[in-house]
């Protein structure tokens, strides 16, 4: 399938920073981009195209990289962010997933919540949590590309609370949970014409004892593959490992040699300046959730970890899965945080959810951008509309990051298959996906009723 499209404003993000052309094509042969320029010098391509789109008014635009997610997620939407008593979210949310949500409850939400990201503009994502294949038939189903990894705990995690440093170890959960991994690496990495790869999740510091720990960084380097973890997530964590381990959560992976430019960190809200250094020194990355962790009212130190010069990305872990959020609060809540509005600016963040976070992935020579030998990952971003009128093309990016929302997302491509046509689905039926899902989840929640009670929210 050849596909050309052009008229629209490009932005590339090829390395030379979120630049806008006006009048612009870009040609897609199969999987890959074949020709980027403008629309008269690729208009030869029109004639070979077995489709032509229209891109006046849209701007081109790679697919957004999302590097820390949980599509299971879905259960949890909006039942979480408002809970009133401390670490509530927490004790409803993992306590679903824990203890009620089944294997086959999984597949549907999940589903769901995999079209939002792949409406709103993400085409690549970073996946954890448990029940992993389901994640993986869902990113296979929707067309996503996706990095799956099983997150493996040793404790109860809706047991654990703030603060608190009792554990009940529990190898069980170790030994289900690498069984599982190993299944995803040896089953599910590079399929799917090689959408899907696989990581190795600890699920934190705080939810693993140290040799534990270590035995995933191996499995990591036995297979070849990256790590993605929970890291400084949440109060009480590096004070946890003091007590515990005598080291904080960075000090303790670095140790055990995981620290690495294969590694990323989810949250990193909790670090110090030693920790931060470590995190630059090792090359390891950053998935800055910046609305997620907003909504729980904590944030990372960012004004500290930009002017590291550590990797970061952006992630929206679960929820909500439209990057456009993500992008506005890593801007809006830093400079509220630190009085300097430029501590970032719409550029910057534009490139973290794209050539940015495909670098965390080691992705780069695939994704992120849009340049001739690339994955045709490309999605077209409806921008007539009034919130992003009058536009001034030279100013695009801001408008973009600042205006406008996953729901002007007119088009999306993965491997150059158009998933997403002029806001619709092209592989499955949306409305009835969404109708199937929420059988479920009433059923999930009604089962989940005593957790809620608990925290007055019967």
Not at 207 to 218: A, F, H, K
Not at 247 to 264: A, C, H, V
Not at 272 to 298: N, P, Q, W
């Amino acid at each position: 399938m050849r596909t050309f499209i052009g008229g629209g404003y490009l932005i590339a993000m090829s390395g030379k920073g979120p630049e806008v052309v006006s009048d612009s094509a870009i040609v897609l042969d199969g999987s890959r981009i074949a020709a980027v320029g403008t629309t008269a010098d690729l208009a030869p391509h029109k004639a070979t195209a077995d489709r032509v789109i229209d891109a006046r008014g849209r701007a081109i635009l790679p697919g957004f990289v999302n590097t820390h997610t949980h599509l299971a997620g879905a259960l949890t939407k909006a039942l979480t962010e408002d809970v009133p008593t401390f670490g509530g979210p927490f004790r409803i949310a993992l306590g679903m997933h824990e203890n009620i949500i089944t294997f086959e409850d999984v597949y549907l939400p999940g589903l769901v919540h995999g079209i939002e990201m792949l409406k709103t503009g993400t085409t690549t994502i970073n996946e954890c949590w448990w029940h992993q294949p389901q994640s993986a038939r869902i990113i296979e189903a929707v067309g996503l590309r996706g990095i799956v990894a099983a997150e493996i705990r040793e404790v109860d995690s809706s047991k654990i609370g703030f603060g608190r440093f009792e554990r009940t170890w529990d190898q069980r959960l170790v030994e289900e949970g690498i069984d599982q991994a190993i299944d995803l690496l040896e089953n599910w990495h590079g399929k799917a014409d090689g959408r899907i790869t696989c990581r190795v999740a600890p699920d934190g510091p705080d939810r693993l004892r140290p040799e534990t720990m270590g035995r995933l960084g191996d499995l990591a380097r036995k297979y070849g593959v990256g790590l993605h973890t929970h890291l400084c997530a949440v109060p009480g964590e590096n004070e946890f490992m003091l007590k515990l381990w005598g080291k904080k959560s960075i000090p303790l992976l670095q140790d055990l040699g995981m620290l690495g430019p294969g590694f990323i960190g989810a949250h990193c809200v909790y670090m110090d300046d030693e920790d931060i250094g470590l995190m630059v020194d090792t090359g390891s990355c950053m998935s800055h959730t910046a609305f997620l962790v907003g909504k729980r009212g904590y944030y990372p130190p960012m004004q500290k970890v930009y002017q590291s010069g550590m990797k970061v990305s952006l992630g929206s872990d679960w929820l909500s899965n439209d990057m456009f959020n993500v992008m506005r609060s890593a801007i809006v809540i830093a400079r509220v945080l630190y009085g300097e509005v430029g501590v970032r600016l719409a550029a910057d963040v534009l490139s973290m959810a794209t050539l940015d976070g495909a670098r965390c992935l080691g992705l780069e020579a695939e994704v992120g951008s849009l340049e001739p030998g690339k994955k045709a990952d490309v999605i077209l971003l409806d921008v007539s509309t009034a919130w992003a009128n009058p536009l001034r093309p030279e100013n695009l990016v801001t408008n973009i990051v600042y205006n406008a929302c996953g729901r002007d997302v007119t088009h999306v491509f993965v491997d150059g298959e158009c998933l997403v046509d002029d806001q619709r689905l092209t592989r499955m039926d949306e409305a009835e996906v969404i109708r199937e899902a929420q059988h479920v989840a009433e059923d999930v929640w009604q089962r989940a009723q005593p957790l809620f009670a608990a925290e007055g929210m019967a």
